[in-house]
């Protein structure tokens, strides 16, 4: 009998201990540490063009900033609260595992190790891209499989790292990595002629060029080797506030699809289709399964924009890197990006 009450006994203090734990967990969870302290800490890049950069005056700017942004908007009602906290490629994911940062938005791949080993949850895909390389057009280099016995600069901590080890070695070729910590540090060593090549995710080698002394002189060779899914990245076993950061991205890929821009949005909230409706929080769920306001879709397109707006503006055409939508576009549109409705 006395083990049995001394079993017992363990028993619940186990599942008080799980139940204290889990409770401690939700009391921790990354929305409500948002919601109290009235901003989002936002991991961005040390200077990339196009995905989080600094402009002349100092603001932030880039595909991977305006998603932040949009999180704000929908969480906080406002798109300017937000930190922004730049970081090197070996920096960042401790910086998210650690708590210093809420949300990891930085031209960050998508793969096993990471979404696993890492304790970290990929949101989503924002930008579909892939690794290329760059060569000065003096060079004569017309394709990658002239690069035998080539120097490349590459920034380290990064998968670009992996698949250019795997690339040469799967052609047979001979290589001399010259590695540096940032973007910027790679560009300056491969202008200063450090290096034969660049090489990065082909989006970056568009925005690197444009802070060569010359952009002209150097020219982005036509091979993909790898397959880089890029996109926001949260801490593990945060499900509240995972939820909010997926729901954010895929509210501005469907906001896309149906139509509804930061221009058009006011007029929108007099649309009787259904769709539209539960994009801008008059129907269907709202936000009390997110735990946010009801018209956090409204406040993300109003404020930032639908993804296709987005793009535009940052990479795209209505951008110095004027890069195609290829397969950014709708999956309407011959492109990737599909999200799952809102309803």
Same mark, same amino acid.
């Given at each position: 009998m006395a083990n049995k009450l001394k079993l017992l006994a363990s028993t619940v203090a186990v599942s008080a201990a799980l139940a204290a734990s889990a409770s401690a967990s939700a009391a921790e969870s990354t929305l409500d540490k948002v919601l109290s302290q009235g901003y989002l800490s936002c991991g961005v890049s040390t200077g990339l063009p196009g995905f989080s950069n600094p402009n002349e005056k100092g603001e932030w700017e880039g595909i991977d900033v305006e998603y932040c942004q949009a999180l704000a908007a929908a969480v906080l009602g406002d798109k300017t609260k937000v930190?922004?906290?730049?970081?090197?490629? /070996?920096?960042?994911?401790?910086?998210?595992?650690?708590?210093?940062?809420?949300?990891?938005?930085?031209?960050?791949?998508?793969?096993?190790?990471?979404?696993?080993?890492?304790?970290?949850?990929?949101?989503?895909?924002?930008?579909?891209?892939?690794?290329?390389?760059?060569?000065?057009?003096?060079?004569?280099? /017309?394709?990658?499989? =002239?690069?035998?016995?080539?120097?490349?600069? $590459?920034?380290?901590?990064?998968?670009? =790292?992996?698949?250019?080890?795997?690339?040469?070695? /799967?052609?047979?070729?001979?290589?001399? %990595?010259?590695?540096?910590?940032?973007?910027?540090?790679?560009?300056?060593?491969?202008?200063?002629?450090?290096?034969?090549?660049?090489?990065?995710?082909?989006?970056?080698?568009?925005?690197?060029?444009?802070?060569?002394?010359?952009?002209?002189?150097?020219?982005?060779?036509?091979?993909?080797?790898?397959? =880089? %899914?890029?996109?926001?990245?949260?801490?593990?076993?945060?499900?509240?506030?995972?939820? $909010?950061? /997926?729901?954010t991205l895929f509210a501005m890929i469907n906001a896309e699809e149906y139509g509804i821009t930061s221009k058009n949005v006011d007029q929108m909230l007099k649309s009787t289709d259904p769709n539209i409706k539960r994009i801008l929080g008059q129907d269907g769920p709202k936000g009390k399964g997110l735990g946010i306001r009801d018209d956090w879709g409204y406040q993300i397109v109003k404020q930032v924009g639908n993804y296709g707006e987005v793009f535009e503006r940052t990479v795209g055409k209505g951008s110095p890197l004027q890069i195609s939508r290829g397969v950014n576009a709708l999956w309407n549109a011959g492109g990737f990006m599909y999200a799952p409705p809102l309803r």
């Open positions: 930190k922004y906290v730049p970081l090197t490629a /070996k920096e960042r994911f401790t910086a998210l595992q650690s708590g210093e940062i809420d949300v990891l938005s930085r031209n960050t791949t998508w793969t096993l190790q990471r979404d696993t080993t890492l304790g970290l949850n990929f949101v989503g895909v924002d930008y579909y891209d892939g690794q290329g390389f760059m060569v000065k057009k003096d060079l004569g280099v /017309k394709s990658a499989k =002239e690069l035998d016995g080539a120097s490349v600069c $590459v920034q380290s901590g990064t998968t670009t =790292e992996l698949n250019l080890a795997d690339y040469f070695r /799967k052609s047979g070729m001979s290589y001399k %990595p010259v590695v540096f910590d940032t973007g910027a540090q790679t560009a300056k060593g491969f202008d200063a002629g450090r290096c034969d090549v660049l090489t990065t995710d082909q989006s970056g080698l568009y925005a690197l060029r444009l802070n060569l002394a010359d952009p002209s002189s150097a020219v982005v060779l036509p091979e993909i080797i790898s397959k =880089e %899914p890029l996109g926001p990245v949260v801490r593990q076993d945060d499900d509240k506030w995972f939820n $909010v950061a /997926k729901w």
